[in-house]
């Protein structure tokens, strides 16, 4: 089998092209520039890749990395929750013009199948209590930006896909925990933000559709095996709550330090005042904007896995705590090796 991911350095992507390379596919490995070296030394150092550019808004380069293929993963997005205005604009842009290119691309070059990526954010949150989201659901709430992204892009994916006759399969992972990635996400930093005491004081009445890296992959090769179409929700039997959260990494690591309490809800709106807070005073990484909380405020993450299993036989494999510990020991030893190369330029500089 001949496959293209695009979006291949990202955590996803670069995952996805280890799976396939191993399951014996011919991959072609789609990154936006292959300028910079250091970007996709990750991927070049995989056996049996051919490293291409493919640009998003490339139809060119997007065509040329499709010709040949049976599969194309349409991984590549910009996740983030923190942007500017205009940034925000170009999020969105990104996504919707990114998706309609990499299908026009499929269809042009004959691609049998297509694999898009899209998120648990096009699904609406529900009031505690409520029946979960299923693949019939769609958000109308756009306040965040990069909700809004990954909603009009799958809906314009659908469209294209019904206009260009297209075979199109859709995986909705939720905020993706684990190893093997090159750079954080939003979910990585707020395991790392908690690794450095950010919710000490208090962590938010919130839960979070938490799935580990491995299981999204699984899902993603079974929805091209398959013969199947449609959306398939991805996430873990149950999603955790940030205090479940915290408690589970103080087990893993007593260094990680446990919340006070839970914050109550009248507390929520100066969220991102303590993260901007918490940012500076012990580096870590910004995670919330007011909009992200003004969109969880009363509601939960809540949504059903029961059509992956269903109809692909798919599984939740890896637990919460191991995926934690899995995470956490790679952020663990990117902090170790950052500090140990500081250390050795410090040196270096006191000698001169």
Request: charged share 25%.
């Amino acid at each position: 089998m001949r496959a293209v991911v695009t979006g291949a350095n990202g955590h996803v992507g670069n995952n996805l092209c280890r799976a396939l390379v191993e399951r014996g596919y011919t991959v072609r490995a789609g990154v936006r520039s292959l300028a910079d070296p250091k970007k996709t030394r990750h991927l070049a150092a995989m056996d049996g890749l051919e490293l291409v550019e493919a640009d998003l808004y490339r139809p060119d380069q997007l065509r040329a990395a499709c010709d040949g293929t049976d599969i194309l993963f349409h991984v590549a997005a910009v996740y983030a929750y923190v942007v500017g205005e205009r940034e925000a604009d170009d999020m969105v842009r990104a996504s919707v013009e990114g998706a309609e290119n990499a299908l026009r691309a499929a269809a042009e070059t004959k691609v049998r199948k297509v694999v898009l990526t899209s998120s648990i954010v096009t699904l609406p949150l529900t009031a505690p209590g409520a029946p979960p989201s299923t693949e019939d659901d769609w958000t109308t709430d756009p306040l965040v930006p990069y909700f809004r992204a990954k909603t009009l892009a799958e809906k314009r994916a659908w469209e294209l896909a019904k206009e260009l006759r297209l075979t199109l399969v859709t995986v909705l992972p939720g905020a993706i925990g684990g190893p093997g990635f090159a750079h954080n996400t939003p979910t990585i930093d707020a395991i790392e933000g908690i690794m450095l005491g950010t919710m000490r004081l208090g962590a938010p009445r919130a839960n979070l559709p938490y799935v580990d890296i491995r299981d999204v992959i699984s899902a993603h090769v079974l929805a091209a095996e398959a013969d199947c179409r449609g959306r398939f929700i991805v996430c873990n039997d149950r999603f955790p709550s940030f205090i479940e959260i915290i408690e589970t990494m103080h087990g893993i690591d007593p260094k990680v330090r446990r919340a006070l309490m839970t914050l109550p809800d009248f507390m929520l709106p100066a969220a991102p005042f303590f993260d901007r807070l918490n940012h500076r005073r012990v580096g870590s990484p910004r995670v919330l904007v007011p909009e992200l909380i003004a969109t969880l405020r009363g509601k939960i993450w809540n949504a059903s896995n029961e059509r992956a299993k269903r109809e692909l036989g798919w599984r939740q494999e890896i637990p919460l705590e191991a995926s934690l510990r899995d995470t956490m020991n790679v952020l663990k030893r990117r902090r170790a090796s950052k500090a140990a190369s500081l250390a050795q330029s410090s040196h270096v500089h006191s000698r001169e």
